[in-house]
């Protein structure tokens, strides 16, 4: 039986050296773990898409079922409404780090095992 996930910070170093830090919610359904749609944007506002070590995926911002991983020229400019956030109809996120390497955060939370 699989233990209940609970939502914690991941801690991160960059491809460019930076540190930084993701609020996961949940376990993902497709990909690793759910973020929510301000947490992505904050992500790649911060880090950039080329230097995050994982890619950040959207479920609705494809033209149909796929998702699609996004990058900061997603974002709305300044001056759009929600500027740099994502337009109100992008809602699932969630990490992927098959696509760009190994485990790319620690935890700070007790471990989870998973049964799958």
């Known amino acids: 039986m699989a233990k209940e996930f609970k939502a914690f910070t991941g801690y991160f170093i960059d491809r460019n050296g930076k540190a930084g830090q993701v609020a ?14 301000e947490e992505a944007a904050r992500l790649l ?3 950039g898409e080329a230097a995050l070590p ?5 479920k609705e911002y494809g033209e149909d079922s796929d ?3 996004m990058t900061e020229e997603d974002l709305n400019e300044a001056g759009e409404d929600r500027a740099g956030l994502f337009d109100e109809d992008y809602k699932t996120f969630e990490t992927w780090a098959t696509d760009k390497g190994a485990a790319y ?10 049964e799958d």
């Open 24 to 37: 996961i919610l949940r376990r993902g359904t497709n990909f690793d773990y759910r973020i929510s749609p």
């Open 45 to 47: 506002r911060e880090h």
């Open 54 to 58: 994982f890619a950040v995926m959207c």
């Open 67 to 69: 998702w699609v991983g």
């Open 105 to 114: 955060f620690t935890p700070c939370a007790e471990p989870v095992e998973f």
